[in-house]
């Protein structure tokens, strides 16, 4: 896959044109041009209505045209920061170590077992890497409930480390190190390293994972994903709303009981708001963005 | 490469030491002993009624010694489940929980609460009302929790549109027919209201109020008494205003509803006294056109109604310090200045009956052009019903659900009386498959 | 070999492996293992023990005594194959099983076609607003389920969609898509938006690492620009194509959070509706994790026999030639 990528690279702009030459059969076609921004349209759409839906007042959200946008945008922020003293920028706090730094610990893990996975020959191998594979088939609903009722026995139930460590290990994230390690690592480096009396640890982490990189920013914003969007698991494990990450937090602001109106506009506002750092991430991170599922079966 | 991995299981080690020690739950198990009065008590408090936690904190300044710290949970439902789940843990339960009326039971089965008898809590009796006393102690010598409010049974109806449509607000459940007609004949889209599938509580209020009592103790059996006469009765009358669609047959608490209760499509509400709160949240704008009357009835000359919602404060079984938190229980519920900051905060109709009367003079602010607002809501508080939950009544909501859904989609009478069927057979068959003696 | 998850060990890997030179017990065994270890430990913990735990749970069940209400009055007892049973006899797991299976095959279709069809037009030079239209497909992977389902609820209920509002401008009466008959359609909605854009990503990734080489051969032989697609790109990604399958399948079946956030809003979705959310029902509603425990096994069960059976079939078809 490395060897491949500098012909055709990430760049749209330049894999459009490898080199530089741009025949008759370039020119833009308007169908594909069109029916691809249809796609981009319909993937925008409930986004550009929750922009208007984030600008409304209690009252106008049900009582003016859904897709006209107010003048409210900033009190609903207002509102929603000073609702129970901020405690909506602390969820966002919380999300992002939930996310940020369950990925970072998450996609070391991954790399190192998907490194040794894939450039170590030792008995037992290829048991582990089928036993942990099948991990991915195992719904995460299913794991929430003895997962509470055995971290309860350490006492960790209601605590950051309920949320943050059960979600470390990922089948999915090492099934992909693996393919990245044995794509993008040379075994002659991992010789050569050796002979030179490098540790194995030094070899992972100086020479083995920079190689891995492309693929290890895929496995983070995997894995960053993955936990801010596991509602289960938050949801049993904690009691105390200061420990909410932003899904679990919202949506109790929509669920408060019968006996209490469900604060819709602090939700639009915050689910806007809470979308943004994602997009900025993905933004930023995007052209290294790369899920080769089958790398590894391509060259084979 | 031996030693940098003996290295990494000994930090490993270290941090799972670490994790333990520094943050295992904040369930206040650590206070040492109750039996002395100045040694500082931490209690933590699973509630979701909005701003709770601001009553909670004229507890605290006043008695630096108990201090409570309130966790805000979602609702009745998933607070209730955490419980369970802690329980069957071993760990992790507050010292305190907020627990509606018809969940005691089941808490009370799973072993989940602490009896108070021995405590202050238990000279409160004489501040309730028999009925709510008894879904406290479950008719015997135990109690299980304080009351805090309750949820007698009203009629919010649109008087702007009734004046309009030049209709007299409905007493019995005939005249309410007879108005759900009116309504929908001069406007196809507008409803008196509408008959949710979701909320099994406001269905057993009104099946309350026609004289069921779902569940029953008979020596050391229990009876269930879902598909009898009442609840019959009520099924069918809402059946068959569903398939005349004279009525709406939406869920309530949904964007569309708000829309709905905003724009004067949906003219009336068969609510609870916690009903103007709801009401402004998703509606202020028609501040000043809803009026509260009693329930129709089924028969004018015995005055009755249901209760939708109410709950109770518990002491669980996993406190260290139960007789601290019963004295805090205690408070929160007849304490004068803290019933009146209950009213004041959260909005509720305390159970308290002194503290009632004394806190609810006013009427509250969405209802501000009705002063007899809480005269109107007194005195259905005098008419509620007794009613006994069993101790699956999530089993049988649930059904409620499940099975009601698809009689409002069917829009047919008969659907209503079969989905009252399921509902019994549902909850007998639970209880019988958990080893229950059903009657 | 798209099949390491059948058939490990390609060639790449062992070609680099330390067997050649290594031959002491340290490196061969030892270091391997201990470098392992962070991943294995937490995979024991965190996901082998709860499997063993949810086993053992499926075995038990509730026994109550009297009323149930004293303290001690319920314990656990020994239940055989008795939740089993029961989970495979109850209509409403079988329902709610032919509901999914019905909702898997409206969905993967549509999703992985949509997603085939945009890395496509993405991979082509001709089309143009590549970078926007890429950015703007992906971004709903974003969003979390509980939220799109909510965002899209809103688009759907017919007193405040402005779908409905603009058909009632030009007095069309539009179906809502919460009515039983149409409910499914809107699940799988939510679903393909959140996830077309990131099946596009793995497809586009993989079209992106064909050398260029090929299609300028290619169209030296005169194939037009959708030849070229049919003909050599859709076979090479070929196995990218069995991995997104694959993948959305497993998904598939595990459907939960969009239909649990859709339920409250129509009277169309019971709580059984998906497998898993009756596993939620049994385990937090009606408080029997005994029940709820022996329905996940059988689920995780299907769900492997499903995967085992399905990458057998299309590596045959497939991938027969190069094995």
């Given amino acids: ?300 | ?439 | 070999m798209a099949m390491t998850v059948t058939k490990p060990g390609p060639a790449a890997d062992t070609a680099a492996g330390p067997s050649r030179r290594a031959k002491n017990f340290k490196s061969r065994v030892l270091i391997p293992y201990a470098m392992l270890a962070p991943g294995i430990i937490l995979f024991l913990v965190f996901m082998a023990a709860p499997i063993v735990y949810t086993l053992v749970l499926s075995f038990q069940k509730k026994k109550v005594s009297g009323l149930g209400l004293g303290k001690g009055s319920q314990s656990q007892v020994f239940a055989g194959f008795e939740n089993y049973v029961s989970a495979l006899t109850d209509p409403e797991f079988l329902g709610s099983v032919l509901r999914v299976l019905l909702y898997g095959l409206i969905l993967i279709p549509l999703m992985l076609g949509f997603a085939l069809l945009f890395a496509l037009l993405l991979d082509s030079r001709r089309t143009r607003a590549g970078s926007f239209s890429r950015t703007a497909i992906f971004l709903p992977y974003a969003v979390p389920a509980v939220i799109s389902s909510l965002l899209w609820g809103f688009l759907y209920l017919p007193g405040v969609s402005p779908f409905h509002f603009l058909a009632r401008q030009f007095g069309v009466a539009l179906p809502s898509l919460l009515d039983p008959n149409l409910v499914t359609f809107a699940i799988c909605n939510i679903a393909l938006w959140g996830g077309v854009g990131f099946n596009m990503i793995v497809m586009y990734t993989s079209l992106k690492a064909v050398p260029s080489e090929i299609y300028e051969a290619a169209k030296l032989d005169g194939c037009s620009e959708i030849q070229t697609a049919l003909r050599i790109k859709i076979p090479i990604i070929a196995p990218s194509l069995v991995m997104t399958a694959l993948f959305s399948m497993i998904a598939t079946l595990q459907v939960f959070a969009e239909p649990t956030t859709l339920r409250p809003l129509a009277n169309s979705l019971s709580t059984s509706w998906s497998p898993l959310m009756l596993v939620y029902r049994d385990a937090f509603t009606r408080n029997d994790v005994y029940s709820a425990a022996a329905t996940s096994i059988v689920i995780a069960a299907a769900t492997f026999i499903i995967s085992f059976l399905f990458l057998r079939v299309v590596q045959k078809r497939a991938f027969g030639q190069e094995n």
């Fill in chain 1, 1 to 300: 896959m490395t060897t491949l990528a500098p012909s055709r690279t990430s760049n749209t702009k330049s894999a459009r044109t490898p080199k530089g030459a741009v025949s008759a059969h370039d020119k833009p076609s308007y169908l594909s041009t069109g029916i691809l921004i249809l796609g981009a349209l319909y993937c925008l759409f409930p986004v550009i209505w929750v922009v208007a839906a984030a600008s409304k007042d209690g009252n106008e959200l049900f009582s003016t045209f859904t897709l006209a946008p107010s003048t409210h945008l900033w009190d609903n922020i207002v509102a929603l920061t000073e609702y129970r003293d901020g405690l909506f920028w602390r969820w966002m706090a919380n999300t992002a170590l939930y996310a940020g730094v369950g990925a970072i610990v998450s996609t070391w893990v991954s790399a190192l077992s998907g490194y040794v996975l894939a450039k170590f020959d030792f008995p037992g191998k290829s048991g582990i890497f089928k036993v942990l594979l099948m991990g991915v088939l195992v719904p995460g609903v299913i794991l929430a409930i003895p997962q509470y009722l055995m971290l309860a026995q350490a006492g960790l139930t209601n605590t950051y480390w309920s949320v943050l460590l059960p979600q470390i290990i990922s089948p999915y994230g090492i099934y992909l190190a693996r393919i990245y390690a044995a794509a993008s690592v040379p075994g002659d480096v991992i010789e050569a390293a050796r002979t030179e009396g490098a540790k194995e640890m030094y070899i992972f982490n100086r020479i083995a994972a920079p190689m891995m990189l492309p693929g290890l920013v895929t496995i983070f914003l995997f894995q960053f994903v993955a936990i801010w969007n596991n509602f289960m698991l938050p949801y049993i494990m904690l009691g105390d709303d200061h420990l909410f990450p932003i899904t679990v937090g919202l949506n109790g602001l929509l669920n408060q009981g019968a006996s209490a109106p469900a604060l819709y506009t602090l939700v639009l506002a915050g689910a806007l708001l809470s979308i943004i750092p994602l997009v900025i991430m993905f933004l930023l991170l995007q052209r290294y963005w790369r899920v080769d599922l089958a790398a590894g079966a391509v060259k084979a």
């Fill in chain 2, 1 to 439: 490469m031996r030693k940098s991995f003996r290295a990494g299981a000994v930090a490993m080690l270290a941090a799972a030491a670490m994790l333990t020690a520094g943050c295992s739950g904040t369930s206040g198990t650590d206070a040492g002993s109750a039996n002395d009065p100045n040694q500082k008590v931490e209690l933590t408090y699973w509630a979701w009624a909005p701003n709770l936690d601001k009553v909670v904190e004229v507890w605290n300044e006043k008695n630096p010694n108990i201090h409570v710290t309130v966790n805000k949970q979602d609702g009745g439902d998933p607070a209730v489940t955490k419980l369970l789940t802690a329980v069957k843990a071993g760990s992790g339960a507050p010292d305190l929980i907020q627990a509606e009326y018809q969940k005691i039971p089941t808490l009370v089965a799973a072993d989940a609460l602490a009896d108070l008898s021995g405590t202050e809590a238990n000279e409160t009796k004489s501040h309730f009302p028999e009925g709510v006393w008894d879904s406290v102690t479950l008719g015997g010598d135990a109690l299980y929790a304080v009351p805090q409010d309750t949820g007698p049974m009203v009629f919010y109806y649109r008087a702007d549109i009734f004046e309009k449509l030049g209709l007299s607000v409905p007493t019995t459940w005939d005249e309410y027919a007879q108005a759900a007609k009116a309504v929908h004949a001069a406007d196809p889209e507008a409803y008196l209201g509408t008959f949710s599938s979701n909320d099994a509580g406001w269905f057993t209020g009104m099946a309350q109020q026609a004289g069921a009592s779902w569940w029953g103790v008979d020596g050391d059996a229990w009876s269930v008494n879902i598909d009898e006469d009442p609840t019959n009765k009520v099924a069918e009358y809402w059946g068959g205003l569903v398939e005349e669609g004279t009525i709406d047959n939406k869920p309530m608490y949904t964007p569309e509803w708000n829309t709905a209760l905003n724009t004067g499509k949906q003219v009336g509400w068969l609510s609870a006294a916690w009903g103007p709160g709801v009401l402004s949240g998703n509606a202020g704008a028609t501040a000043g056109l809803w009026k509260v009357a009693p329930m129709p009835q089924w028969d004018a000359s015995k005055p009755s109604t249901g209760n939708w919602g109410g709950s109770s404060t518990a002491v669980t079984t996993q406190s260290k310090n139960a007789e601290a938190a019963a004295k805090f229980a205690t408070w929160l519920n007849t304490d004068p200045e803290a019933v009146q900051a209950l009213v004041k905060e959260t909005g509720v109709y305390p159970a308290d009956n002194a503290g009632a009367k004394s806190a609810l003079t006013a009427a509250p602010e969405f209802f501000s052009h009705q002063p007899d607002f809480y005269e109107v809501v007194a005195d259905a508080a005098q008419n509620v019903g007794s009613f006994t939950y069993g101790p699956n009544v999530n089993v049988a909501f649930n059904a409620y659900n499940d099975q009601f859904a698809k009689a409002a989609q069917a829009k047919q009478k008969s659907a209503f009386s079969d989905a009252v069927k399921s509902m019994q057979q549902v909850t007998v068959e639970d209880l019988k498959q958990t080893g229950f003696t059903v009657k």
